[in-house]
């Protein structure tokens, strides 16, 4: 089972997003939170962290709130996710 960890890093009621790539198989070219792939051997917090300072160079600190759900309008889709919020 795939693992997806995602992030809402908020500021001043703004939440960053970041557009995916034209390559990318899934949403290409739509607004996304910063996150991806868990890997078996890592925490999905290491993950998050790995993912935020890879992507944009931000290193999330405070984690809170954190929520995995199923995807259930696609379920063919990779799920689950976890997000967290800071």
């Known amino acids: 089972m795939t693992r997806i960890a995602c992030a809402a890093f908020v500021r001043n009621g703004f939440i960053f997003l970041v557009k ?18 868990v890997e078996l051997s890592e925490t999905i917090e290491a ?23 199923q995807n259930c309008k696609q379920p063919a889709l990779p799920a689950p996710a976890t997000m967290f919020s800071r």
């Open 20 to 37: 995916r790539g034209p390559h990318k198989a899934r949403y290409p070219n739509h607004w996304d939170l910063v996150g991806g792939h």
């Open 47 to 69: 993950a998050l962290v790995w993912e935020a300072q890879e992507e944009v160079g931000l290193s999330p600190c405070g984690l809170t709130g954190s929520q995995s759900f």
